[in-house]
Structures are given as C-alpha cells and as structure tokens.
Nanobody, 115 residues
C-alpha cells in the first residue's frame, strides 16, 4: 500500500532552519506531483509548496523566498528546506502525492517555531 512518512519536524527558534523529509513507497514516485501542506491549530490545511515530475515548483506566497522544495526520484524522497522560520510557520506539515487527481497523505510532522 501507499506510505508517505514525514520526518524532521522539531522545535526551533524564530529565524532558524529545518529540513523536512518524506519517504514514499507504494507509488511510482517519479510520475507523481509531490507537495507539502500544513495545518495550524484551529485552521484549515493549506498548501505550502509542490514539485511536478518535470521539476517545476510552486510556493505559497507566505513561504516564497524562505522555503525550498526538492525531490530525489532515485530515493523516492521529498524534501522541504525551511529557512528564516517565523512563529506563524508553526503547524503540522503533511507530505502529499498526487497523480491524476488521486491524492495520498502522510501522517504529518510537527514544526514549532518559538518567538
């Protein structure tokens, strides 16, 4: 079955950096659009960034210039480098795989940014 396993979440001070990873199995990784979403307490899940099979990337305005999404098709791995973190980045971060409108989600990893 499909498994997306996130890791790398932690408690960090404002201005710091974290790198999230997502290990995928059960899918043909290289043909999926892979993305990161996040959900803060009391808020809806929101788009953070995604990367298409071609390597084209897209970012939410709130993270542009601070976050970088990347993928390693050989390892079936997705990454999110997060720099200049802000308290408002605090959320559970979810890995997502999308192919032809079929979505798969990981269980999430907690990122907490203290001020």
């Amino acid at each position: 079955q499909v498994q997306l396993v996130e890791s790398g979440g932690n408690l960090v001070q404002a201005g710091g950096s974290l790198r999230l990873s997502c290990a995928a199995s059960g899918i043909i990784f290289r043909i999926n659009t892979m993305g990161w979403y996040r959900q803060a307490p009391g808020k809806r899940r929101e788009f953070v960034a995604d990367i298409r099979p071609s390597g084209t990337t897209a970012y939410a305005d709130s993270v542009k210039g601070r976050f970088t999404i990347s993928r390693d098709n050989a390892k079936s791995a997705l990454y999110l480098q997060m720099d200049s973190l802000k308290p408002e980045d605090t959320a559970v971060y979810y890995c997502n795989a999308n192919r032809g409108g079929v979505y798969h989600w990981g269980q999430g990893t907690q990122v907490t940014v203290s001020s």
